[in-house]
Nanobody
Framework: VQLQASGGGLVQAGGSLRLSCSVSGLTTSDNFMNWFRQAPGKEREFVASIKWREGKTWYADFVKGRFTISRIAAKNTVYLQMNSLKPEDTAVYFC???????????????WGQGTQVTVSS
């Protein structure tokens, strides 16, 4: 599977951004699509996950109520709508596929390139 993330940018605190992840070459092992993020000097951390077929979602506690993961299967695209952004959300955001529910980067299969999100205070 090939993944390509886009939509990052610079936004003020309290603002919104929508990230997109274009997906191609899905296999039977790519049941879930995930968003991770990595801030400078920190480990890559789980943000959100969606089961491709059913659309069931999971979120890290620190984004619940602010971020929404979704997908449009017909467009082979996964989205991450980010609202009420905080400076601590500043990171490179990555999309990744997985065969099951994961909450660590070690569980991911394929990765897309990251997209930078910067939230100014």
């Amino acid at each position: 599977v090939q993944l390509q993330a886009s939509g990052g940018g610079l936004v003020q605190a309290g603002g919104s951004l929508r990230l997109s992840c274009s997906v191609s070459g899905l296999t039977t092992s790519d049941n879930f699509m995930n968003w991770f993020r990595q801030a400078p000097g920190k480990e890559r951390e789980f943000v959100a996950s969606i089961k491709w077929r059913e659309g069931k979602t999971w979120y890290a506690d620190f984004v619940k109520g602010r971020f929404t993961i979704s997908r449009i299967a017909a467009k082979n695209t996964v989205y991450l709508q980010m609202n009420s952004l905080k400076p601590e959300d500043t990171a490179v955001y990555f999309c990744a596929s997985s065969s099951g529910v994961i909450n660590t980067a070690a569980g991911a299969g394929s990765w897309g390139q990251g997209t930078q999100v910067t939230v100014s205070s």
